[in-house]
């Protein structure tokens, strides 16, 4: 039995029935089988066993949605910033779903926001979906509090993709810069200056976010 046959017996044992038709309903189009059923917490109990240069890593494309899961939580635990880097963007192809790439948050990578950068500005041009998504996301995480710059609202503003995934990734972020960077991003809103889709469910986010004051709130709802 390969390495890998060993670890998905592991994740088979972890696995939850129940919990795994809970997942499923939450992933677009994930076939029959494809979710096991292991919890975020166990796999990242999992996570702390494999080193980055295990075989596990260079096996792709997984078989499973966990094995995937598994991956970035691996790769988040990486330290060395270049390693990571080229891990990730072996990974990113073959990321198939919100859930996995929004798991996918390296913290080499926030210590190494600037080296970042050009990275992300590639990754929004990417075809690949979840690539996209996962730029965007770094942006918000990385670059919406000391690393910021006006630019970056505009990165992201500029994305023209009718991916539901990642415009909702686009309101994500925008209802994010609204709590953090609250003057910088109001103009995009103000003037319209994203998509109708992006724009209202932006507001809404950010409406619902408890970083937005009430004056913010009610401000926000005039610009529906």
């Known amino acids: 039995m390969s390495t890998d046959d060993i670890l998905v017996e592991r994740l088979r044992e972890l696995g939850d029935e129940r919990y795994a038709e809970f997942a499923s309903a939450l992933i677009p189009d994930a076939p029959k089988g494809y979710v096991l059923g292991v919890r975020s917490p166990e796999l990242k ?42 891990l990730t963007q072996k990974f990113l192809p073959y990321v198939d779903n919100w859930a996995v790439c929004d798991s996918l948050s390296p913290k ?52 023209s993709r009718e991916e539901y995934y990642i415009k909702m990734m686009q309101a994500w972020y925008f209802a994010t810069a609204l709590a953090k960077q609250w003057n910088s991003t109001l103009p995009y809103i103000s003037e319209r200056r994203l998509g109708d889709w992006v724009h209202r469910k932006s507001i809404q986010k950010a409406i619902e976010s408890y970083r937005i004051t009430p004056y913010q709130k009610t401000l926000l709802r005039s610009l529906k």
Not at 48 to 58: G, N, Q, R, T, V
Not at 131 to 137: D, K, L, N
Not at 139 to 149: C, D, P, V
Request: charged share 25%.
């Open 45 to 86: 109990n999992l996570a702390k066993e494999i080193a980055a240069d295990d075989p596990f890593l260079s096996n792709l494309p997984h078989r499973f949605h966990e094995e995937n899961l598994l991956h970035a939580y691996v790769l988040n635990r990486v330290k060395d910033y270049s390693h990571v880097l080229s």
């Open 108 to 159: 080499a990578f926030a210590k190494n926001a600037d080296l970042l950068l050009p990275e992300i500005r590639r990754w929004l041009a990417a075809n690949h979906p979840c690539t996209v998504r996962f730029a965007i996301g770094c942006l918000m995480r990385y670059f919406l509090g000391e690393n910021f710059k006006k630019e970056y609202l505009k990165l992201v503003a500029s994305v």
